[in-house]
């Protein structure tokens, strides 16, 4: 499963997530950072979840 941070242009800025896990459910957390660390600004961004079985895109707001 892999679990990523996209702008709404597409361009992803964080994985958060790219392992298997076990099944069940699980918890995440974003600190609102990209992969380099940089804090990234108050906006509107894609996560996005890519699994062999699903694809699934939802908003969300970041607000610093």
Not at 28 to 56: K, T
């Amino acid at each position: 499963m892999r679990l990523a941070v996209h702008t709404l242009a597409g361009a992803r800025v964080a994985v958060l997530a790219d392992r298997v896990f076990a099944a069940g459910e699980h918890t995440l957390q974003w600190d609102g950072r990209d992969d380099q660390g940089r804090a990234l600004p108050s906006g509107q961004y894609l996560l996005r979840l890519d699994s062999p079985s699903l694809r699934q895109s939802r908003k969300m707001t970041l607000l610093r």
